[in-house]
């Protein structure tokens, strides 16, 4: 049997890249980003210029980065009309408590759907109608 002392430098779970990852599903393009760089300006934009029909964006946010999120992430939505998807986690999280409030605004930066602040869930959204089907809690 193999002894497998791993230390964390065995574990390489990000690399820096140079370019966006634009992610094809069903001949849809989806643009990730992740918390910092999703509130730059020129990000979003970028991920338009490169096709992005969806802006996926994971983030680690407390009530004040959510606060500040959900007005960013509405202009952005309108400005590109393009869907933005926001998904926080919930509870105690490295040194702050994270806020929740996982959301989607559609192609016009209208809010439509979001979770609460304190529970883990899902929102399905139809790109094509842009409605949240559902909240799964």
Known sequence: MRNNNYTLTNFLFFVNGS??????VDDCKIA???CHESLLADHSENT???GAEIYLVSVAKSQTGV???M???SVAAKRFSIPVLMSNCVGYCDNFTSAGQSAVWTRQGNLAGQLDDKSEGILIFDTRTEEVL???L
């Open 19 to 24: 370019n966006q990852i634009i992610l094809t």
């Open 71 to 73: 007005n960013h992430y």
């Open 32 to 34: 990730p980003a992740i």
């Open 48 to 50: 338009v210029k490169l």
């Open 67 to 69: 606060d500040k999120a």
């Open 134 to 136: 559902k909240h799964v």
